[in-house]
């Protein structure tokens, strides 16, 4: 009888088909066990980045107004999720800068003086699953006058979209001043919008993951979220991360 010890090594080097399913179903319980925790570093990774880049803005904006000398608004927009459209929810999806000029329309004893806003760089949106929880709980520095927000219209562009590009949303805004100090736009009145100074304690945005076009509420808060506080005084912000 012929050997070939050649092949017979072959044979005894190659795995057995149980041995292959056996490693086959250890990957599998690997990466089950590994995605959650993947999952949600992506998240938190997301959410501290949007975070960081609201904080620059804000930054920016402080000294933008005292380099310039003109006050400068940072307006959040919000509006229900795109991508549910039976909810009518409106969280904050976007942000931008604007410089605030005063023109003059009219002449002579019908001159009249009123603000106009010129845009900073570009919109930005947050990060995708990311959004800025509205209310008085989580958001207080983006309430207006008893809670109300203003319409995203652009000057003579009645009717079309306004500058968050999506139409019927709305917009909170808060304002920094050349003094430094960082106050709230409230409502909008001749032609002029009526700032109010907050308090320390209420002066504060939550940063969180979007719950399906849900509103959020410190009853459904994620364990991670990103909340930004803005000195009324001095226009200063800080964060604080409490699930990082």
Same mark, same amino acid.
């Given at each position: 009888?012929?050997?070939?010890?050649?092949?017979?090594?072959?044979?005894?080097?190659?795995?057995?088909?149980?041995?292959?399913?056996?490693?086959?179903?250890?990957?599998?319980?690997?990466?089950?066990?590994?995605?959650?925790?993947?999952?949600?570093?992506?998240?938190?990774?997301?959410?501290?980045?949007?975070?960081?880049?609201?904080?620059?803005?804000?930054?920016?904006?402080?000294?933008?107004?005292?380099?310039?000398?003109?006050?400068?608004?940072?307006?959040?927009?919000?509006?229900?999720?795109?991508?549910?459209?039976?909810?009518?929810?409106?969280?904050?999806?976007?942000?931008?800068?604007?410089?605030?000029?005063?023109?003059?329309?009219?002449?002579?004893?019908?001159?009249?003086?009123?603000?106009?806003?010129? *845009?900073? @760089?570009?919109?930005? !949106?947050? =990060?995708?699953?990311?959004?800025?929880? #509205?209310?008085? +709980?989580?958001?207080? $520095?983006?309430?207006?006058?008893?809670?109300?927000?203003?319409?995203?219209?652009?000057?003579?562009?009645?009717?079309?979209?306004?500058?968050?590009?999506?139409?019927?949303?709305?917009?909170?805004?808060?304002?920094?001043? *050349?003094? @430094?100090?960082?106050? !709230?736009? =409230?409502?909008?009145?001749?032609?002029? #919008?009526?700032? +109010?100074?907050?308090? $320390?304690?209420?002066?504060?945005?939550?940063?969180?993951?979007?719950?399906?076009?849900?509103?959020?509420?410190?009853?459904?808060?994620?364990?991670?979220?990103?909340?930004?506080?803005?000195?009324?005084?001095?226009?200063?912000?800080?964060?604080?991360?409490?699930?990082?």
């Amino acid at each position: 009888m012929t050997h070939f010890p050649y092949f017979e090594r072959q044979a005894r080097r190659a795995f057995s088909l149980i041995e292959m399913l056996v490693v086959i179903a250890l990957v599998a319980m690997i990466m089950a066990s590994a995605t959650p925790a993947l999952m949600r570093t992506m998240q938190a990774t997301r959410l501290a980045t949007t975070g960081d880049s609201i904080m620059g803005a804000i930054t920016e904006a402080k000294q933008l107004a005292y380099a310039q000398n003109v006050p400068v608004e940072m307006r959040f927009f919000k509006y229900p999720d795109q991508d549910f459209t039976s909810s009518s929810v409106q969280l904050f999806r976007s942000y931008q800068l604007f410089k605030i000029v005063n023109l003059v329309q009219g002449v002579g004893a019908n001159a009249v003086t009123q603000e106009s806003v010129v *845009p900073v @760089g570009t919109l930005v !949106k947050l =990060s995708e699953g990311v959004i800025i929880a #509205a209310g008085q +709980d989580l958001s207080p $520095l983006l309430n207006g006058q008893n809670g109300q927000s203003l319409d995203d219209i652009k000057a003579n562009a009645s009717g079309g979209v306004g500058y968050s590009g999506v139409a019927s949303a709305k917009y909170n805004a808060i304002r920094f001043m *050349p003094d @430094g100090s960082c106050r !709230k736009v =409230s409502a909008q009145s001749d032609g002029f #919008a009526q700032l +109010d100074y907050g308090t $320390l304690p209420t002066s504060f945005l939550t940063i969180t993951y979007d719950s399906n076009g849900q509103d959020i509420t410190t009853g459904n808060l994620p364990k991670n979220f990103y909340t930004i506080q803005v000195d009324p005084y001095t226009g200063k912000a800080r964060n604080y991360r409490p699930g990082f």
